[in-house]
């Protein structure tokens, strides 16, 4: 199964970027899909996350208001959209997928497939 993810580049503060990731070959109707990032010298961190039917969404606190998780099941696809950027919001930005029936998932161990990130570069 393959995630594969795009929309990253290079933004000033204050700019916005559409994340996306397509999932192909996943039942994706059944699974929970996250976002992750990871900068250099920290840990991955759950950015913000979605159930398999899109009524329950999670977010960091440092992204609330900022940030916007979607998916459309038919089409298989799930989006996050980042506005109001700030540097600190500069990562590699992965999606991950959880087989779930409630809920979202909090833990990233628990998540079975990742893709290969996309890379979010925020000037200042």
């Known amino acids: 199964v393959e995630l594969v993810e795009s929309g990253g580049g290079l933004v000033q503060a204050g700019g916005s970027l559409r994340l996306s990731c397509e999932a192909a070959?996943?039942?994706?109707?059944?699974?929970?899909l996250g976002w992750f990032r990871q900068s250099p010298g920290k840990e991955r961190e759950l950015v913000a996350a979605?159930?398999?039917?899109?009524?329950?969404?999670y977010y960091q606190d440092s992204v609330k208001g900022r940030f916007t998780i979607s998916r459309d099941n038919a089409q298989k696809m799930v989006w996050l959209q980042m506005d109001s950027l700030k540097p600190e919001d500069t990562a590699l930005y992965y999606c991950?997928?959880?087989?779930?029936?409630?809920?979202?998932?909090?833990?990233?161990?628990?998540?079975?497939?990742w893709g290969q990130g996309t890379q979010v570069t925020v000037s200042s």
């Open positions: 991950a997928a959880d087989w779930l029936r409630v809920g979202v998932q909090m833990k990233g161990s628990e998540y079975e497939y």
């Open positions: 070959e996943l039942p994706f109707s059944a699974y929970c």
């Open positions: 979605i159930s398999n039917s899109g009524a329950t969404k």
